[in-house]
């Protein structure tokens, strides 16, 4: 059920009091909370798409702890344990370039604490061990791979998971919160990203790109620039998300649904690439939030010792360095209070 909802533009202070209290009991709640990993086929694929899923239960069962590694550490869950009765609101999230949703798993955890159902697929060709910078403007495989996922959920195809269809969010993180964007109404323009890319700054998104070569003239026209909404999604949460500079205004201002985008850090270090402070002025119904004193990686999860060992090796270009930023658990926190705050008054209005 799409609807409009009055968000006003929110700081880092207007949502600490939420913060203190999820960083606290929804991080200890987490660990009760269910988890399982389905695979589901889709045209657009070649091999099954993993979908991960986490969802409230009240099983009281021990939990396990997963996708800890020698970089990460990991969350605790309840692997395929029975789902809470009654029906929950849904988040379709979409993890960043090089990642997994795995590492979704301290938010996701957390969400599911509070009595959401959260779902993430792994984005193939633009994940962690296969990234592809050839793939990577391919925003339309990740939002098919959304809506593949929803359509599973849907059907029962992810479990006996009682999911509330008249309430599901798109969120996202870099250019997962561009994918969640797009399945919420957002269009892109493939002019204005090779703009935005022939700009004489620098761009590590398409930096990175250019080095391996990438034709941006090559990018399909046709599908980059798609209608790829779901009509399912009834709110939007983008963190540090990409691509907003090649969003088209007339797309933006059609997104008749509440959004609200989070900035890992401030208006004079937040890096341009994924600066989405500009939407607020263009989207009918928006919000936006800084989060001083962190950066673009401290959304991932907090690193274990060989990752804080990687950092005083390599300095501030790994993905675990924080150095001059607060510790990565409270800044998970004030985002979790300002995701938390927003989806309330969504679900709320949808209830």
């Not at 795995?102 to 959260?118: C, D, K, N, R």
């Not at 761009?203 to 070569?213: E, I, L, R, S, T």
């Not at 150095?323 to 998970?332: F, K, M, Q, S």
Request: proline share 5%.
């Amino acid at each position: 059920m799409r609807h409009m909802m009055t968000l006003g533009i929110c700081t880092a202070a207007t949502v600490a009091g939420v913060a203190i209290v999820l960083a606290s009991d929804t991080q200890n709640a987490a660990a009760a909370q269910g988890y399982t990993v389905q695979s589901i086929t889709a045209p657009h694929r070649d091999a099954p798409i993993e979908v991960h899923v986490w969802y409230p239960t009240n099983s009281t069962a021990a939990s396990e702890t997963f996708a800890e590694n020698a970089l990460f550490d990991g969350f605790e869950a309840q692997l395929d344990a029975p789902a809470q009765s009654g029906e929950h609101p849904v988040v379709i999230f979409s993890h960043g370039s090089g990642g997994k949703a795995v590492q979704t798993g301290w938010f996701a955890s957390a969400m599911a604490a509070q009595g959401i159902i959260v779902v993430s697929t792994n984005h193939q060709g633009t994940m962690s061990r296969d990234s592809d910078p050839h793939q990577t403007p391919m925003l339309w495989q990740r939002t098919r791979d959304l809506t593949a996922a929803l359509d599973a959920l849907e059907t029962g195809a992810l479990g006996h998971l009682s999911a509330d269809m008249d309430r599901v969010a798109a969120v996202g993180f870099s250019l997962g919160g561009a994918a969640a964007l797009s399945l919420g109404g957002a269009a892109l323009s493939k002019d204005a990203f090779i703009r935005y890319c022939a700009q004489s700054l620098e761009k590590p998104d398409c930096d990175w790109m250019n080095a391996a070569g990438v034709d941006f003239g090559a990018i399909d026209a046709t599908l980059y620039e798609a209608d790829w909404t779901d009509p399912r999604i009834d709110a939007v949460l983008a963190i540090d998300p990409a691509l907003t500079q090649a969003m088209t205004p007339d797309g933006l201002a059609a997104m008749d649904l509440p959004v609200m985008t989070i900035g890992l850090g401030t208006a004079d270090t937040i890096p341009l690439a994924v600066d989405a402070s500009h939407l607020s002025a263009k989207l009918p119904d928006a919000a936006h939030v800084w989060i001083p004193e962190a950066g673009h990686f401290s959304f991932l999860p907090t690193c274990g010792i060989i990752g804080k060992a990687a950092t005083a090796l390599m300095g501030d270009d790994n993905i675990c360095s924080d150095w001059g930023l607060r510790h990565r658990d409270v800044i998970h926190g004030e985002v979790l209070g300002a995701v938390g705050q927003f989806l309330a008054d969504v679900f709320a209005e949808d209830a």
